[in-house]
């Protein structure tokens, strides 16, 4: 995956930003750093980087409000989170903010190297030249095309982060169907998180402020189960998480 890659690192330690940015270079991706919070947004937006390595402790502000910022902005590069915080409570705060994995610290190479390509495997489609044309993905007034990566419901556009998207594909696969939540983890974020099922519920919610905002409801939790995209609630016991 690292052919044609660039890769923002942002880290103000020096030693661990010249060891990423060595290591990701032997690797073969293109790399260019920031050392703050606002170095950070402005080279996201002039280097449109493929893939952001943001340390969450930054001496101007942390990555989590960067990561909001660039979201806010219309900016979904992917972001892999760096932090010495080992609370789940603060991943799950990360990922919300938008990011799409986390590493702590202290961190192997090798594993941040390997979390990039993960990433970057689920985020990045094929061009098209590269691969047969696929049909939009439809459910009621719901559209999705993954080859130009763009989603609308009841004609109008939805702004979803890579990880949305890619959640939005896997219930969208197989509408009406429920899809209980190691099953939605290993679909779309390719390993379990340590077993922690909560950052399924997180990106439900944040799914479903931006798909449900139309009716009826699709995106409906089964108590116990998981989630489905149904026009209608699947079973009495549906709520929203």
């Known amino acids: 995956m690292s052919a044609g890659h660039t890769v923002l690192v942002v880290e103000d330690d020096p030693s661990i930003r010249t060891l990423l940015t060595s290591a990701l270079q032997a ?28 340390d969450v402790g930054l001496p101007d502000t942390d990555g989590f409000a960067v990561t909001r910022h660039l979201r806010a902005a219309g900016i979904y590069t992917p972001v892999l989170f760096l932090t010495a ?21 202290p961190f192997h190479v090798q594993e ?39 989603v609308h419901r009841a004609g109008l556009p939805v702004r979803l982060s890579p990880t949305e998207f890619r959640l939005l594909a ?9 899809l209980d939540k190691k099953e939605i983890l290993s679909r779309v974020w390719h390993y379990d998180f340590a077993g922690d099922a909560r950052i399924v519920d997180t ?14 409801q699709l995106i409906h939790t089964v108590r116990g189960v998981g989630y489905c995209l149904r ?6 016991g549906a709520s929203a998480p």
């Open 27 to 54: 690797a073969g991706y293109a790399v260019v750093t920031a050392g703050t919070g606002q170095a950070a947004m402005f080279e996201a937006g002039r280097a449109q980087p493929d893939l952001i390595v943001l």
């Open 85 to 105: 915080r080992t609370d789940v409570e603060d991943r799950i705060i990360g990922l919300s903010a938008g990011g799409d994995d986390y590493v702590t610290k």
């Open 112 to 150: 941040v190297l390997l979390r990039i390509r993960a990433v970057l495997r689920r985020t990045h489609m094929p061009h098209p030249a590269e691969s047969r044309r696929a049909a939009p993905l439809r459910y009621e007034d719901l559209v999705l095309d993954e080859q130009t990566h763009e």
């Open 170 to 178: 896997c219930l969208l696969a197989q509408p009406e169907r429920v």
């Open 203 to 216: 990106y439900i919610r944040n799914l479903r402020r931006k798909i449900d905002r139309v009716q009826p």
């Open 231 to 236: 026009a209608a609630d699947p079973e009495p």
